[in-house]
């Protein structure tokens, strides 16, 4: 049996063009892209999900992958992968914000971890906050939707030299606003509730100075911050499903699938 060159490099194609897509997808996406899941994982986890989906894919373009264009084409899919899972980042960037801004408000920012996926140290609130919305993200079926996703954009959004436009970046980098305001609304609450709170212990230090408020005020306020997050966490996390719906409707624009 003679197998030509040409041959082989289609077959390649077909295989490598989704692999840079879905590939460039683990590097940016939630979860899989903590220092905890390494570079190995991340690679056989896209050679997998690459071959499971090929056979749904439409065909390939017949482009020389080893060439200037195979380049351009490579550096796009890329680019479309990362672009999808920095989009999702940014939706848990939002529960990170909520959660230090009660934190701070509460009297908490001093107790901090490091996260396991920026690297930093962040408030134990702020880490309570992303480890339920993670597994809220993986209880919805979000990263199986995403692969969903990225297998239809071959479709609407074929392997060509010219991939995501300036437009679509645009559109990512307006979105991001959503990581302040979400974060804010959705800690709103909890926030408004303590203020009133450490209004009510500075008028009570006015009215009996001989009060000890900081020795009085500040254990009430933490035990107090950690009843509303207890009562709150269910809206919390009904406002992230919101925000997470956004940015799949994003992703959707983005992708032509909408």
Do not use: C
């Not at 499971?52 to 992968?81: A, C, H, K, R, W």
């Not at 906050?129 to 990225?150: K, R, Y």
């Amino acid at each position: 049996m003679n197998i030509s060159e040409e041959q082989i490099m289609t077959l390649l194609a077909s295989f490598i063009w989704p692999f840079f897509r879905l590939g460039g997808m683990f590097v940016t996406i939630p979860i899989f892209s903590i220092k905890a899941v390494t570079f190995k994982i991340r690679v056989i986890a896209a050679l997998l999900i690459t071959w499971t989906v090929i056979p749904v894919l439409p065909d390939m373009p017949s482009i020389e992958i080893f060439s200037y264009n195979g380049f351009l084409v490579s550096l796009q899919q890329i680019m479309i992968g990362i672009t999808t899972g920095f989009i999702l980042q940014m939706v848990f960037a939002v529960m990170l914000v909520a959660g230090q801004a009660i934190a701070y408000s509460m009297g908490l920012g001093f107790a901090s971890l490091v996260d396991p996926a920026t690297g930093i140290q962040v408030p134990v609130v702020a880490q309570i906050f992303v480890v339920t919305s993670s597994l809220l993200f993986l209880s919805v079926d979000g990263h199986l939707l995403l692969i969903e996703m990225l297998a239809e954009s071959f479709y609407t959004l074929p392997v060509a030299e010219l991939g995501l436009s300036k437009a679509d970046y645009w559109k990512v980098i307006i979105w991001s606003s959503h990581i302040f305001a979400a974060g804010v609304l959705l800690s709103l609450p909890v926030m408004v509730a303590i203020l009133l709170v450490n209004v009510s212990f500075g008028v009570a230090s006015r009215a009996a100075p001989q009060l000890q408020i900081f020795g009085v005020g500040f254990p009430i306020t933490i035990l107090l911050g950690m009843v509303l997050i207890w009562l709150m966490l269910a809206e919390i996390l009904d406002g992230f499903l919101v925000v997470l719906s956004d940015g799949y409707g994003l992703l959707r624009e983005i992708l032509r699938l909408s």
